[in-house]
């Protein structure tokens, strides 16, 4: 059923929405840019940024964006001098507690608080003084945790939490040294689907096989499937020099850019020294390297010669359910057309 | 106690309890509240105990186990019934006396008496006592009178019968019209009409309904919630029975410190007795109305005494505030319509409903109605809770029932509304005091923290205090509360420390004015309060420790010389006699001086100066 | 699966039944998830282990390994005694209900409590939820399939459906849990010994014919063998020469003594891979193959949506795609193959694939995919099967019995092991196991026991036992855990250190010819220590 639309002004400019929208979504589809660093798609709105402040013409304080619902009528401005000035210093807030490691981060280029601080050109903050100490949790080998570039956001916990049911982190300690942490720092027990990591927007958060592989912007993306199970995630490689360095999932795909930890760090076996680099051919009981046209042939003959000799019924298939549907029919046409018999299956049982 | 079925049955209960309560009954009443426990009341019971039964007199002297009294500076307090005499700080061995004398024969015992500090006037009955003589008590009248782990006594007193009214005499819609009608707001600090609150729950879709008492008591230096649960937790559960009755709850949670054992058994007791009574359960005196009341104690973070905070902790999560709305009236507690109160809030309750809206809101002032218990202390000769009218101005609060600061030190500034409050100096003392007043001083009501000072006190460190206080309880949710409360401390006690700039009172105000316009929650909003209003009254203090790096109070370590002034001693040698590392060399009739090797900066010397002269 | 998987979040009731949802489909499970903990569906979990599931289920049905069919034909008994079936789709949409009724009737709830272990309140409790939704879905896989009687579970799963009308509808359906990226895919191109792409029936000689033409060769319409049949086969000496692509039988097929037995037996076995396998070490020739991030192509997940992967680096070595590989081989075995592209290649399959007939590349890439059926270039794609009317016109419940596992634990073989997949590791490992973060986390197969049956024959977590089956034995370390049941111990099969189905029991489902890889009856012996 549609949702009877309901009219407000945003910035002096009316516009229409549907009433269980919240101000940053009409917003956002209005092309109203307001700045927000905890608001995070499919997870609960959390409030915790206040970068999403507006003013709404008649309520005393300024509110959430991303948790207050619209109302017909409403006044809102997003872009006065009070708000521009309480966000800066929000940012300067940020940035007086945040390890200044841009040349070295992963995130560098791909950083909300980077692009916040050139917004605003806040090159110096004013407010100098305690940092938290960089305290790296390091102790599995996907995901790498820096507490001094965490902002927090709540990103991570909400995603750990409310997408993957998990709970593996919290927020632990109070005041300033509040952090991201496993509750009563028991060991973590994580599923290590990464989802806090493209969740993550700054640095605090990164992959531990993309490290130092070259940043997300550096790489070429080329978009597909997830070779593993049968759910059909759509993943984007990241590729530099030829390697996939990394990957991520568009929160538009149909897995919502959600992955597991093989989907998201599963694809070293790619340039795994194992890989078979060319034919093999047994000889004296050994294989042994052969060249493409040997080794075609010599399969060619031999099933030319098992078909003669036995009968088509006495060659047999198996395909790949890990191949592509173009394979597989090609596989089962050549059972059928070529070696003439249906003695074609693969392991779907299995 | 057998269970009661009926209004019937309830009213004839309470007939039998009133008959047996002997208005002419000798009453030793000694208070066993956590103040006069911790002086020492529990022992100077069993003595009264052991005495009477010495005498012979079990059968005519009743001895009363009551909650706190209020006077805390004095206790052990004994009253003693029908007279009301008031003896104070009695001890063990003062028994005896009492009874021989007082009891036996009717004598008074003049070193037991209360002394004003500054007439010398002794007072031999409680209402005349000067800290009580300008209260007006009313939610703490029965506290001094009955046995809180006893449900007789409250219903003895006239308890329950404004949840009996409300259930068979009236609507839920006409109970939230009363107490709209009466004008009470909510005494935990935000001071939201109650009756509004229970009116948005009670038309909210959804069920069920949670009522959640706050008894998170979490300002330093407050305590009257505590004092109520622990001395009749029977009128805080009525008031939560009716305001559930109100807006259709039938559960209640009281959300209560761990750090309150005293206050935890007696609601246990209580809530047990409710139950076997049938006051609490289900189908209460046979009705269709069912309400159970669970405790969940809490763990003592500040934040927590955040309505949302609150809510998540009773979750089981983590006790962090969420964006309003959606309002816990419409999704609260599991998601559900929810109304929370505070304790004195609930405990307003009954009375509005046994003496009508009418009788309620002529206590007070246009917008602040009734009365509101205030916990008294600092540098003040009478500390203690005081519950005063609304209107009452903080002079008579400070002077009249505090006896103002003692040693006859001079007033300075009453800091008001917790941790998050605002300090107020001598030129407002006589603005009459109600929500409003307050917030336009620069302070808040807040929970009713009221700590004096004096000139020894210097007020960058005061806000340096509370300051520190807040960032340490800070959830670290928000990042102006975290990040921007840090750096405000920082910037305040670098002032302390006589490395503070002209900039930064500059910058101050600005963090002060962005974390209160940002941040998330009220515990982030009135963070800079501390601040602010001391900005606003004391500007002078922190240019002297800025510009002249000096502290005129003699109070920031960093900034004493630990000089003895020689034109201002008085050269009598107490400086000598108290300090601890012999730094101080004295000779009669003349001016003493401090070997800095020698002194360890714990300022004994300066804090027994009689003249302020050590600088 | 007749429902897409974001229909499983829009479903009031999910009962999910032989499926670990959590770690053999972790995308899928965020879906449950979401059902239970945002729109506020109940969720019913039928298995013998505490998965990751039960803890926000309401209801676990914690049923004794191979004791499905006797678990739903109660809840059926259940729904029909209380009223509960959906008499009008009975009615419109089935046929066979009586014959089926009067099966299900002799499952009363005592004789179902005893034979599943589960309380007969619990059972009750579960039919009225699963039939009183307004949508239901049971999600299923292998713990339903892989039994003799895997055939018969998933027509008891499907009688369960029809009877409530929870099929063909949107968010309620039969959805099997696909456990491969292209299982869907192969099956849909006629991978399979008795059916053409699209699962047109060999048989039907008119489409026979039709692939006869377009192929310009005489095709045989006698149906072929199935894996397990084709090993036996070559045991038998019936079968001389196999071609594996992408396939490691010896890890992955029951008793792989027997396997290894049959593919000695070969006179000539090709191997296709991009690693040397433990299939490919016993080939005659091995032909280097690449890996997804090296091919262009279409698959087709377990929702039937056809998705396109993408090249997106140069070939490791001298790899060749294996549809090149493919079209060399058939090219010099006089059959020419010359397809351009894969492109190319897709266009033959929609011609040939009614069901994939209306898919280009272009709208694919477009349109985020397409789900079969999708029979002309205007068909938006299918979101959920059997709407209005089934594949066969009316839908035919199926009586079935229970029957018990073809090998029950006894005195000598007092355990009774179950074997599948973790979720730090994918199939036979060849993958997985050659990613060092997935094997520093996972580093190798654990035999999961529960802390009583550990206690009673002396072993201590992370002690090496000996697993033996009367097909073989294994060493591997104990785990104690506390999602076992007494009695019953797991064992993942990625393994080729401690290779699970060196035990398994190769007996079959006769009709969908699947071994019974979840129940096999197994003893475990302290390793003697001091050697």
Not at chain 2, 538 to 564: G, N
């Amino acid at each position: 059923m549609e949702e009877k639309k309901i009219y407000l002004s945003i910035n002096g400019k009316e516009v229409a929405s549907a009433p269980s929208q919240t101000i940053l979504e009409v917003a956002r589809e209005n092309k109203v840019f307001i700045p927000t660093l905890c608001d995070c798609q499919n997870l609960s709105p959390f409030g915790a940024c206040r970068l999403c402040l507006v003013e709404v013409a008649g309520l005393p304080k300024l509110v959430p964006a991303c948790s207050t619902p619209v109302a017909a009528g409403m006044k809102i401005r997003t872009d006065s001098e009070k708000i521009d000035q309480y966000r800066r210093l929000i940012v300067e807030l940020l940035l007086s507690d945040h390890e200044p490691d841009c040349m070295f981060c992963e995130k560098a280029g791909d950083c909300l608080l980077q692009d916040l601080a050139y917004q605003y050109g806040l090159k110096n903050s004013r407010l100098k003084g305690e940092r938290r100490a960089a305290l790296i949790d390091d102790s599995n080998p996907f995901i790498e945790r820096d507490n001094s570039k965490c902002i927090l956001c709540g990103r991570c916990v909400r995603v750990c939490d409310e997408v993957q049911g998990v709970s593996a982190i919290g927020f632990i300690g109070r005041g300033f040294q509040t952090r991201i942490g496993t509750p009563f720092n028991r060991k973590l027990n994580c599923e290590f689907c990464g989802q806090c990591i493209a969740s993550c927007p700054v640095g605090a958060l990164t992959s531990k096989p993309a490290r130092r592989k070259g940043r997300k912007w550096q790489t070429r993306w080329v978009k597909t499937i997830c070779p593993y199970c049968g759910c059909g995630c759509n993943l984007t490689l990241h590729i530099k020099d030829n390697e996939i360095v990394g990957v991520h999932s568009d929160s538009s795909s149909p897995n919502e850019g959600y992955l597991c930890s093989k989907g998201r760090f599963g694809y070293e076996f790619v340039h795994h020294p194992d890989r078979l680099q060319f034919p093999l051919i047994r000889k004296g009981g050994q294989l042994v390297r052969a060249e493409w046209y040997e080794a075609l042939r010599l399969v060619a003959t031999k099933f030319q010669e098992i078909k003669s000799r036995h009968g088509n019924n006495t060659l047999a298939g198996l395909s790949s359910a890990k191949c592509t549907n173009e394979e597989n029919y090609l596989f089962q046409k050549f059972v059928r057309a070529v070696l003439g018999t249906n003695n074609v299956d693969h392991c779907a049982r299995l | 106690m057998k269970k009661i079925n009926s209004r019937e049955e309830f009213d004839q209960l309470k007939k039998e309890l009133e008959m047996l309560y002997n208005q002419n009954k000798k009453r030793i009443i000694v208070c066993k509240g956590t103040g006069c426990t911790a002086s020492g009341s529990v022992k100077v019971i069993e003595a009264f105990e052991q005495e009477i039964e010495r005498a012979g007199l079990s059968d005519t002297v009743e001895i009363k186990r009551t909650g706190c009294h209020g006077f805390c500076e004095k206790g052990p307090i004994v009253a003693i019934l029908p007279e009301d005499i008031f003896y104070q700080q009695v001890s063990v061995e003062d028994v005896p006396e009492i009874i021989e004398r007082t009891i036996r024969k009717g004598d008074l015992i003049d070193k037991l008496l209360y002394q004003d500090p500054k007439t010398k006037q002794k007072y031999v009955y409680t209402h005349d006592v000067p800290f009580y003589a300008k209260q007006k008590r009313i939610i703490f009248h029965h506290n001094g009178l009955i046995d809180p782990t006893r449900i007789e006594d409250y219903l003895g007193f006239g308890g329950y019968e404004a949840f009996v009214k409300a259930i068979f005499e009236m609507t839920p819609e006409e109970v939230i019209d009363e107490v709209k009608k009466s004008g009470l707001r909510g005494r935990g600090g935000g001071g939201f009409l109650t009756g509004l609150k229970w009116e948005f729950c009670s038309k909210a879709k959804g069920k069920p309904k949670y009522l959640i008492c706050n008894a998170d008591e979490g300002d330093p230096g407050a305590f009257m919630d505590r004092s109520l649960l622990e001395g009749n937790p029977h009128l805080v559960l009525e008031g939560m029975l009716i305001a559930g009755y109100a807006i259709g709850a039938h559960r209640g949670y009281i959300y209560v410190r761990a750090e309150y054992p005293l206050a935890i058994t007696n609601l246990k007791i209580a809530i047990a007795q409710g139950q076997e009574l049938g006051i609490l359960g289900q189908n209460i005196l046979g009705t269709d109305f069912s309400f159970d009341v669970m405790i969940k104690e809490g763990a003592g973070a500040f934040v927590c005494g955040e309505e949302t905070a609150l809510m998540a902790s009773i979750e089981g999560r983590r006790g962090m505030p969420r964006p309003r709305p959606p309002f816990p009236a419409v999704k609260g507690l599991w998601g559900k319509p929810s109304n929370i109160n505070n304790v004195e809030t609930f405990a307003n309750v009954p009375f509005i409903i046994t003496k009508g809206s009418q009788w309620y809101s002529e206590i007070g002032t246009e917008k602040s109605k009734g009365t509101k218990i205030f916990a008294l202390a600092g540098k003040v000769n009478n500390t203690g809770l005081v519950e005063v009218p609304m209107g009452i101005t903080l002079r008579e609060i400070i002077f009249d029932i505090g006896g103002g600061p003692p040693k006859g030190r001079k007033f300075k500034a009453v800091q008001l509304g917790g941790p998050s409050g605002g300090c107020i100096p001598e030129e407002h003392l006589d603005v009459p005091i109600d929500y409003d007043s307050l917030i336009s001083l620069g302070a808040i009501m807040g929970s009713g923290g009221m700590i004096v000072m004096d000139a020894a006190n210097c007020m960058v460190d005061v806000a340096r205090f509370f300051l520190e206080f807040i960032q340490n309880e800070s959830c670290g949710k928000c990042i102006p509360c975290r990040i921007g409360t840090k750096r405000m401390l920082e910037i305040v006690t670098r002032i302390t420390e006589g490395k503070g700039e002209e900039a930064d009172l500059e910058l101050l105000q600005e963090l002060a004015e962005g974390i209160k316009a940002t941040a998330l929650c009220g515990l982030g909003q009135t963070a800079p309060n501390p601040v602010l209003s001391t900005l606003r009254y004391f500007a002078d203090e922190y240019r002297a420790h800025i510009l002249e790096k000096r502290c005129p109070a003699h109070c920031c370590i960093a900034l004493i010389k630990f000089e003895v002034d020689v034109d201002l001693c008085k050269r009598c040698g107490l400086c000598k006699k108290v300090c601890p590392a012999g730094a101080v060399s004295w000779m009669p009739k003349t001016a003493a001086s401090i070997n800095k090797s020698l002194c360890i900066k714990c300022k004994t010397c300066i804090e027994n100066c009689p003249a302020q002269a050590i600088i | 699966m007749t429902n897409s998987i974001a229909e499983i979040s829009q479903a009031k009731a999910i009962l999910v039944i032989g499926s670990n949802t959590t770690e053999a489909h972790p995308i899928i499970a965020l879906q449950v998830k979401k059902a239970v903990r945002k729109n506020g569906s109940k969720l019913i979990v039928a298995d013998p282990r505490p998965i990751a599931l039960t803890k926000i289920a309401d209801i676990w049905l914690q049923l004794r390994p191979g004791t499905n069919i006797a678990l739903l034909n109660g809840m059926m008994k259940v729904i029909i005694d209380e009223g509960l079936a959906d008499q009008r789709f009975i009615a419109e949409r089935t046929e066979g209900y009586e014959e089926f009724k009067k099966v299900v009737d002799r499952y009363d709830l005592e004789l179902v409590s005893q034979i599943t272990g589960v309380p007969a309140s619990l059972i009750q409790e579960a039919a009225r939820i699963y039939a009183q939704a307004e949508a239901a879905s049971i999600l299923y896989a292998m713990g339903v399939t892989q039994h003799r009687s895997g055939t018969d579970q998933v027509l008891a799963i499907a009688n369960l459906a029809m009877l409530t009308g929870n099929v063909g509808k949107e968010n309620s359906g039969v959805n099997p849990l696909r456990g491969q990226n292209n299982v869907q895919g192969a099956c849909d191109m006629g991978c399979l010994p008795n059916v053409l792409p699209g699962y047109q029936s060999i048989a039907d000689p008119h489409i026979l014919s039709r692939f006869e033409e377009k192929w310009g060769v005489s095709l045989s319409n006698k149906p072929g063998l199935t894996v397990t049949e084709i090993f036996q086969g070559a045991l038998a000496g019936e079968i001389k020469g196999l071609y594996i692509m992408g396939e490691n039988p010896m890890l992955s097929d029951p008793d792989i003594h027997k396997v290894e037995k049959a593919l000695r037996s070969l006179d000539f076995l090709v191997v296709q891979d991009i690693f040397l396998t433990e299939t490919a070490q016993m080939a005659d020739v091995v032909l280097p193959a690449v890996s997804f991030a090296e091919k262009e192509g279409t698959v087709t997940n377990t929702e039937r949506r056809v998705q396109k992967m993408n090249k997106a680096i140069q070939t490791v070595g001298e790899g060749m795609e294996d549809w090149k590989i493919i079209c060399e081989l058939a090219t010099l075995m006089g059959y020419p193959m010359r397809y351009r592209c894969a492109e190319e290649i897709f266009q033959e399959i929609a011609d040939l694939t009614p069901s994939y007939g209306g898919m280009t590349y272009q709208r694919i890439e477009q349109e985020g995919g397409l789900q079969w059926p999708c029979p002309s270039t205007q068909h938006p794609g299918t979101k959920y099967l059997h709407h209005r009317r089934f594949a066969r016109g009316l839908g035919k419940f199926t009586p079935v019995e229970y029957s018990p596992p073809a090998e029950i634990a006894d005195a000598e073989y007092p355990f009774t092991l179950t074997t599948g997949r973790k979720l730090f590791h994918y199939h036979t490992g060849s993958m997985s196991r050659r990613v060092a973060p997935l094997q520093e986390i996972y580093p190798e197969g654990y035999l999961e026991i529960s802390a009583e049956d550990a206690q009673a024959i002396n072993v201590a977590s992370h002690e090496e036992v000996v697993v033996k089956s009367r097909r073989g034995e294994i060493k591997v370390r104990a785990l104690i855990s506390d999602r076992m049941p007494r009695g019953v111990v797991f064992l993942p099969f990625h393994f080729h250190e401690s290779p699970a189905n060196a035990l398994t029991n190769p007996v079959i489902d006769p009709v969908a010819k699947i071994p019974e890889l979840k129940v096999c009856a197994v003893k475990i012996e302290r390793l003697a220590t001091g050697d």
